[in-house]
Structures are given as C-alpha cells and as structure tokens.
C-alpha cells in the first residue's frame, strides 16, 4: 500500500520564518566597525546586562560554588561520556603516508583549528549540555583556545551550571554575552581574545543567521534550523514510550517536527490519543512548545511494511531517529540519513542529548541526507604533505609540462620544465601538449 497520513502536518519549518538577514548583517557590521564598545552597546540593549563581560577566574569559582554536588557528579558523569567517545572517535584518524610512485611520497596530517568558539544557549532553557557537547570535543582534538560564550539573565549573569560545566571541559575563556553580539565577538576577537577559527553550538534564529553569513570568513559546524525528530516503531512498540518520547521532543519549541512511522495502525491510534494527555501533563513553558509542535508540525505515517518505513525514514533524514522495532540489526544496517541513531527503547534520544557521549549538536531540516553532526573531526585540518627524490620527481614533472601545456597554463608547465632541466642534464624531453 501507499503511504498514509493518519496526521498531516499544517505547516512546515519554513513557514512564517521572518528574514531576519538584514538585522543580523547589520548588528555584525556596527560591531566590527565598533569593536569592544559596540558589542557592549549590543549587549546592554539585548541581554540587559553590564556585568563583565570575560569572566574572572574569581567570578567563575564563585559561580561553581552555587552547583549542588549531584548536579557536578551529573555534569561530570556526562563530561567523561562524551570526553571518551570524543577521544575514540579522534583516533579514528591517523597520519598516513604513501609512495606514489617510487620516489615521490604523499601524505595527510590532521591539525587541530587553533580558537574554537563554543555557543551556549541560555535564554528559555540552560543548555547545560551544550557547554559539555561542544567545550569537551574541542578540548579533545586539540584546539589551542576555547571561548565558551553564553547569554547572561539581567542583573544575574550566566547559568553557574553552564560556568561550571564550560570550565570542567576545558574552556579557556567564558564570555558573558549572547546572540549575535556573542558570536561577533568570538569571530572578530574582542576583548582580548584570539578570532575563532570555527563557531560551533546551537542557537536561535539569529544566532544561526550570523553563523550563515560569517561562514567562509570561518568554519562553522552547521547551518540549523529548528531541531526535529523521527521515530520508527513496530507492533512490539510499547505506545505510551513512543507517544512521551514525541512529546519529550515536541517540547524543544512550537516549529520542532516530531514524526512517528510505522507498519501498525493500532500502534498509531494508541499513540495519537495518548500524545495530548501527556503534554497537558507537561510544565506550561514546556506545554506551549509541545502543543503548537504536535498541533501544526507533527505527523504520523503508516507504512506497509518495515522497507518503505525505511525509505520514509531516509527521505526526512530526521537529526534525531529512534527504532522502537525488532531486529534492530537489520536497521542499523538499513537506515542512511540521520544525524543520531536510537536504536531500541532501552535508549532515548534525551540521553544523548545530555549524558550518553555521541554528540547533540546535530544536522536539521533534511541535512543528514549530507552531513554527521559535530565530533572532534569537525575541529580538525586535513591536510596533505609531499616530498621526492630527483628520480621520483621525474616522471610526475614530465606528465605535469604537458597536462599543463593542454590546459593553456605555460606558467604551471614551466616550473615541471626547469626542474628536469635542472635534475636532468642533457636528457631530451617531449614535452608539448601534444607529445
């Protein structure tokens, strides 16, 4: 059979996304025309704080203090998971180095960027895991420098909790400063710091614009839009898990798509009742978010069989995707687009948004169809290296005079020419285009 939609979503992540370029491109411009003292005007006006901006180290102990002792034994049972899998995924990459040909040896060497600039949310909720995901995983590929920048509360100043958690993972600096202020200032280097070479870190709307129009200028780990999540279940699906694990992400905010899939429609009918009773149940903050989601976002599609709940799968190349299902093999083995994979109920994506280890800052609105989500790789150079012998330098100069004489590119052929003039005395070489 063919798909059907038991719920359709009304709207789209797109849709009422005001253009919020221009305000973003200009808050970017008066900053680096301005300097420390514009984005202190920038911040004074938005954040409505005039605090310090790069904290002391007197203000960050100060801050650790007011951390309960289970919320640090949290925090740091989250930071050594992700700590590991960082260093684990780090040794997947080696230096390597190859002969050609004989004489000739190429090679890759990873570097580490030198300032890594490490985004925090802190407006509606603390993302106490942001400052974990994204500080560690620059710590743990060798970043030189590392700004962790968050929005301060007025009259308050940054989560303690986010100060305590960007210092434990390595954080160099902690700047109190949000939004495209914040971002401004890690790129162009104020107050003091070294320019970062890559931002990384969720953020709103227009922390997201900035990142978009400063990419290129540096790195950046993804371009994000609103967070979404899939779940593929089957009849053995428990509903009442499925249903709170769309709610659990449903929260996120009013634009965040949550999607179930699956091959049963008793499953789909159980779980569509049980949905609205449990974001009724649900903190008001947290209630508003997940109804607009599940009301204009959400929807639930049945499917034939477990292939075509594949295939649906790969097409939204949802960030999160969960598999409530059996022989979870066969969909590890299956499934292509995602940007984190869930496989079984005994695991959520909520756990590896905060404590598992794999990464939560992920690729959103169909990029997993092309990209993974932030690792250590995302901090590191690939770069290559080369060196020869004179005889292995021969053959590789004789084929590059004449591809480059094909090309119309005198000047690249003449640089083969003289070194086998220099190298090769005497010897006659064809070394026209046309040879």
Known sequence: MAQEYLKKAALTSQSGASDVHETVQTILDDIEAGGDQAALDYAARFDQYEGNIVLTRDEIEAAKAKVPEKLRRDIAFAHDNVRRFATAQKETLRDIEVEVV?????????????????????GRYSHIASAIMTVTTAKVAGCSHIVACSPPRPGIGVNPAIIYAADLCGADTILAMGGVQGVAAMTFGLFGLPPANILVGPGNQFVAEAKRILFGRVGIDMIAGPTDSLI???????????????????????????????????????????VPRLIEDLPEVNRQNAEAAWRDYAEVIL???????????????PEHLTVQAGDLDWWLGRLSC??????????TVA?????????????????????????????????????????????????????SRLEGMEGHARTADIRL??????????LSANG
């Open 102 to 122: 004989p004489g000739l040896i190429a090679g890759q060497k990873s570097i580490p960027v030198r300032g890594a600039g490490c985004y925090v949310p802190g």
């Open 232 to 274: 593929l279940a089957d009849a053995s699906a428990d509903p009442e898990v499925v249903a709170t694990d769309l709610v659990g992400q449903a929260e996120h905010g009013y634009n965040s798509p949550v999607w179930l899939v699956t091959d049963d429609r008793t499953l789909a009918e159980q779980v569509m009742e049980l």
């Open 303 to 317: 499917c034939a069989d477990r292939e075509e709940m594949a295939a649906t799968s790969d097409s939204y190349a």
């Open 338 to 347: 995602y940007g984190s994979l869930f496989l079984g109920e005994e695991t």
């Open 351 to 403: 756990f590896g948004d905060k404590a598992s280890g794999t990464n939560h800052v992920l690729p959103t609105s169909g990029a997993a169809r092309y990209t993974g989500g932030l690792s250590v790789h995302k901090y590191m150079k690939i770069v290559t290296w080369q060196r020869a012998t004179r005889e292995g330098c021969k053959p590789v100069a004789e084929a590059t005079a004449r591809i």
């Open 421 to 430: 003039r220099k190298y090769f005395p005497g010897q006659n070489f064809d």
